[in-house]
């Protein structure tokens, strides 16, 4: 369904303290943004935020980061968060095509990406978050050894990351064909809760980052 538009959304993220607005510079700078030495996770694509919210209350001890480009979603979860008085969580507006610049190298120690545009269009493969592309952009800004954790519940994309993955010779640690008929660990985005409620099979995979 389509998020209607919000004109006060960049007026509502701008009065929000964990709204990274200028990200010229700030790579490197993480560390001292959280004030702590904690680990670092980005979710790529966050939507209206639950799954970082929920990730950040189970893990305190974590420093989130959340990446949404629609800044009238991007609202509604910082609004979402304020009401939690979450500490551990920081956002932006930004696109993934910008990671190198908004991080240093080895400066990320997980990345999630959960339910990306699937792109369905064949000519359009090169946009999908898992095409080789930006897999080469996550190296560059994880540590070694560190993983991606992947959710979609649309089969075509799933196998395209598959050979992707495949293709550039990375190591798969994880893969469900039904995720949620399993005993695994999973915090659900919005997205998530309301097609599994419609029997839609969600999948997930984790690799490891190549070095």
């Known amino acids: 369904m389509r998020v209607r538009f919000d004109k006060n959304a960049e007026q509502t993220l701008e ?4 709204y990274i607005k200028d990200v010229q510079d700030i790579n490197g700078k993480w560390k001292e943004i959280f004030k702590n030495d904690n680990p670092l996770h980005l979710e790529i694509g966050m939507g209206k935020g639950n799954f970082i919210l929920n990730m950040a209350k189970e893990f305190p001890n974590i420093n989130f980061i959340g990446m949404e480009r629609n800044k009238t ?9 304020e009401k939690e008085n979450i500490k551990n969580i920081r956002v932006m507006s930004n696109d993934a ?6 991080f240093n190298e ?18 359009h493969y090169k946009r999908r978050l898992t095409y080789k592309d930006y897999l080469e952009r996550y190296d ?4 070694q050894d560190a993983l991606i954790e992947f959710k979609t519940d649309n089969q075509v994309l799933f196998e395209f990351t598959i050979m992707e993955i495949c293709n550039t010779k990375r190591t798969m640690e994880y893969i469900s064909l039904d995720l949620h008929n399993t005993n695994e660990f999973n915090i659900m985005t919005e997205y998530e809760e309301k097609f599994s409620k419609k029997g839609n099979r969600i999948y997930k995979l984790v690799w490891k980052n190549k070095r």
């Open 15 to 18: 009065q929000n303290e964990i």
């Open 73 to 81: 979603i991007l609202a509604k979860a910082v609004k979402k968060i």
């Open 97 to 102: 095509i910008e990671l190198e610049e908004i």
């Open 106 to 123: 080895n400066e990320l120690d997980k990345i999630y990406l959960n339910f990306s545009d699937p792109w369905p269009k064949s000519k």
């Open 140 to 143: 560059y800004v994880l540590k």
